[in-house]
């Protein structure tokens, strides 16, 4: 920190809200690509482990194998291969997603109750029918929690992805924050992450109990 | 298969095992700096945790504790003891300090998450029988309490100590060395053979730190409470998010 300079100077902000927004949007439009494209493979995997459950043990070794790789190592690991570019980071963020989207996703239809999944055969449901209108709406509480956890999660590591050229919050709290030694940036990039996984993740869980009402008692 | 030679001659370049930016240096750094955050972490998370766990008093706070580590991002701790430190002790808060404060504030979350959610789960017909046996609440915690917790207590501080050696690097940003300066120095040089070198050892560092307390997590509990294979307990008693 510069001598005498306050630690935390409110027009730095005031004066620099249209980079603020600017880097919110970069933030969020790598976060949600991250959390998409996890959840479409994680979803195929899941579909896959319903029709072969022989197939779940190794995609979760996998899948937890790549979830141990500390994220700044994965970030920069595929930089040989693929550069300093958006894939690379989104091959690191989407590698953190499966753990958590695919195991939820498989709890979520294993948890559907056997009595309920015979009903459904009883009155005539194919297959694809049982999936869409019994099981995933049944599973839908546990995958939307997944996806509250995934989407949390890639919002810090986002932060990360600056060092890789990603722009995003993390540039704040990085390249101006810590490298010009500007506390006021740091500060401000951390409450704005803080805030947008807050919101995200209350905006996810009021959408859960939309789609569900049913399952509010329960949760009580 | 050009590039991977590439990385091998990069570790058995004189020139790296020597001087300030030595390897065996930036690997002191890296595990002196990580032992001493998960250390202190411990010194607080523990009692805090076992407090909380054993009168059921302040449950809020772990719920809170939780939900902070969740929230703040890695990068956030550190970006923010970077000022602290500066401000507390006023002068530039370059090394150590700041990358110390940085990772204990990481550390400290998952310790008093599990700690109190451990003894929480523990069976009250447990805790009564205890009691009837004229234990006295130090003798209750620490015979009854803490020993049928273990596994889910040793979690917590597996995931501490998992995030503290993979977040280390970060401390290069802040002047703390570790093996995050050699990255920092190849993003800064497009020297992508150091990258890599240096994010493979990062890599096999928080694999090892995991294997290591994983086996710990094996051999330190009471073999008729350990977890049925893979010791997912941890995950039996999660804190809802809220």
Do not use: C
Request: charged share 10%; hydrophobic share 55%.
């Amino acid at each position: 920190m510069i001598e005498g300079q306050p630690f935390f100077q409110l027009d730095w902000v005031l004066d620099h809200l249209d980079t603020l927004a600017q880097r919110i949007g970069e933030h969020l439009l790598v976060t949600v690509i991250a959390v998409v494209v996890g959840f479409v493979i994680s979803f195929a995997l899941a579909l896959l482990v319903r029709r072969y459950p022989r197939l779940y043990p190794p995609i979760l070794a996998v899948s937890g194998v790549l979830y141990a790789i500390p994220s700044i190592a994965l970030f920069v690991l595929f930089i040989p291969i693929t550069g300093l570019s958006l894939l690379t980071a989104e091959i690191a963020l989407v590698s953190y997603t499966l753990v958590i989207l695919v195991r939820n996703i498989v709890t979520g239809l294993r948890g559907v109750p056997a009595e309920v999944i015979e009903a459904a055969r009883g009155m005539g449901y194919t297959d694809g029918q049982r999936l869409w209108r019994i099981e995933l709406p049944i599973a839908l509480p546990i995958i939307v929690a997944g996806v509250r956890i995934a989407t949390v999660t890639t919002i810090g590591l986002v932060t990360i992805a600056t060092l890789i050229g990603m722009g995003g919050l993390g540039y704040l709290v990085v390249n101006i924050g810590v490298r010009q030694r500007f506390p006021t940036a740091t500060i401000t990039g951390v409450v704005i992450v803080v805030l947008l996984s807050t919101i995200v993740d209350v905006g996810l869980q009021a959408f859960q109990r939309r789609l569900t009402p049913w399952a509010k008692a329960r949760e009580a | 298969m050009d590039f991977l030679a590439q990385v091998l001659a990069w570790y058995t370049d004189p020139a790296n095992w020597s001087g300030n930016n030595a390897i065996p240096l930036r690997l002191w750094q890296h595990l002196s700096l990580s032992v001493a955050s998960l250390g202190a972490g411990l010194a607080i998370a523990l009692p805090i945790g076992l407090y909380i766990g054993h009168t059921g008093r302040g449950a809020r706070v772990a719920v809170a504790f939780s939900n902070i580590g969740r929230a703040v991002p890695s990068l956030g701790w550190l970006g923010i003891a970077y000022p602290i430190s500066t401000g507390l002790f006023q002068r530039a808060g370059i090394g150590f300090l700041p990358a110390f404060i940085g990772l204990l504030a990481l550390a400290i979350p998952p310790i008093v998450t599990n700690t109190y959610a451990g003894l929480r789960d523990v069976d009250p017909e447990l805790r009564e029988s205890a009691r009837g046996m004229g234990m006295r609440e130090l003798q209750l915690l620490m015979r009854v309490e803490v020993p049928v917790a273990l596994t889910v207590i040793l979690a917590g501080i597996r995931v501490s100590a998992v995030a503290v050696v993979a977040t280390a690097p970060l401390a290069a940003l802040v002047g703390g060395g570790t093996l995050g300066s050699y990255i920092l120095q190849g993003l800064e040089l497009s020297d992508e053979v150091r990258v890599f070198a240096a994010a493979l050892m990062v890599a096999v560092l928080a694999v090892l730190t995991e294997l290591a307390f994983a086996w710990l997590q094996r051999h330190a509990v009471s073999p008729g409470l350990a977890a049925p294979e893979g010791g997912t307990a941890a995950e039996a008693s999660p804190i809802p998010a809220v």
